[in-house]
């Protein structure tokens, strides 16, 4: 699979959010002093059968005299390569919400919501996808697992249960468990972190030694990268 560059991000994650991108739009507002939209679209990923490309377009909403207010959101497309159908996949995570629904969204001002693609099953009838959940100017941080199996339509959101922790990390798939999703789980100020294995229900079990992977092709386009401001 090939990697993107090497970048920073906020959980040190091996799938990075464009942390970089995001940050430096919120801080060139120069002296505007009306709310800013800004877009980024991803690279696309492709599936190992090549049937399917998905990939992220990020919404960052600047408010230059209430930085707070700003949010940062996301929506995640699926392309059919062969059919030329689009779709898009929503998560069930605290602040997720579609960005281009054009309603009133201020109760989630102030929150950072980005879904990423970061892999595709060997057989490439499941998408893995990385949650990104903050709130601007807080310790809180964390991922959700956000799967779309092809064969149900159906797509799951999940992160860790029954233990605790402050932050989660998600690795990919899991590999001594092929159903389930690789967290590495971290409490804040402690220095050792901890992996699990976590399966679509939250269902949670120790994976020590496990490893992570994931399938499929990152490809740039004309389109990937910073959009023009509106």
Same mark, same amino acid.
């Given at each position: 699979?090939?990697?993107? &560059?090497?970048? $920073?991000?906020?959980?040190?994650?091996? =799938? *990075?959010?464009?942390?970089?991108?995001?940050?430096?739009?919120?801080?060139?507002? =120069?002296?505007?002093?009306?709310?800013?939209?800004?877009?980024?679209?991803?690279? &696309?990923?492709?599936?190992?059968?090549?049937?399917?490309?998905?990939?992220?377009?990020?919404?960052?909403?600047?408010?230059?005299?209430? *930085?707070?207010?700003?949010?940062? !959101?996301?929506?995640?497309?699926?392309?059919?390569?062969?059919?030329?159908?689009?779709?898009?996949?929503?998560?069930?995570?605290?602040?997720?919400?579609?960005?281009?629904?054009?309603?009133?969204? !201020?109760?989630?001002?102030?929150?950072?919501?980005?879904?990423?693609?970061?892999?595709?099953?060997?057989?490439?009838?499941?998408?893995?996808?990385?949650?990104?959940?903050?709130? $601007?100017?807080?310790?809180?941080?964390? @991922?959700?697992?956000?799967?779309?199996?092809?064969?149900?339509?159906?797509?799951?959101?999940? #992160?860790?249960?029954?233990? =605790?922790?402050?932050?989660?990390?998600?690795?990919?798939?899991?590999?001594?468990?092929?159903?389930?999703?690789?967290?590495?789980?971290?409490?804040?100020?402690?220095?050792?972190?901890?992996?699990? #294995?976590?399966?679509?229900?939250?269902?949670?079990?120790?994976?020590? @030694?496990?490893?992570?992977?994931? $399938?499929?092709?990152?490809?740039?386009?004309?389109?990937?990268?910073?959009?023009?401001?509106?």
């Amino acid at each position: 699979m090939n990697h993107r &560059s090497v970048q $920073f991000d906020p959980l040190d994650s091996p =799938h *990075p959010i464009p942390w970089n991108w995001v940050m430096a739009t919120l801080t060139d507002v =120069h002296s505007a002093s009306v709310p800013q939209l800004h877009c980024y679209r991803s690279q &696309s990923l492709i599936s190992p059968d090549g049937q399917y490309a998905a990939y992220s377009r990020i919404q960052v909403q600047v408010y230059p005299e209430e *930085p707070l207010r700003s949010r940062v !959101s996301s929506v995640l497309f699926l392309e059919n390569l062969k059919t030329g159908s689009l779709q898009t996949l929503m998560p069930a995570s605290p602040f997720s919400d579609n960005p281009f629904a054009g309603e009133n969204q !201020s109760e989630l001002a102030g929150t950072i919501a980005v879904l990423i693609p970061i892999g595709w099953s060997k057989q490439s009838d499941r998408l893995l996808a990385r949650e990104f959940e903050s709130i $601007f100017c807080s310790d809180i941080a964390s @991922d959700y697992a956000v799967i779309w199996d092809s064969a149900l339509n159906r797509v799951s959101t999940f #992160a860790p249960t029954q233990i =605790h922790y402050t932050n989660a990390v998600i690795l990919g798939w899991s590999q001594t468990y092929p159903n389930r999703v690789l967290f590495r789980t971290i409490n804040m100020g402690e220095p050792d972190s901890a992996l699990c #294995a976590v399966d679509w229900s939250g269902q949670t079990v120790a994976a020590q @030694d496990d490893q992570a992977i994931v $399938f499929g092709q990152r490809v740039n386009s004309i389109w990937t990268g910073p959009q023009a401001k509106h």
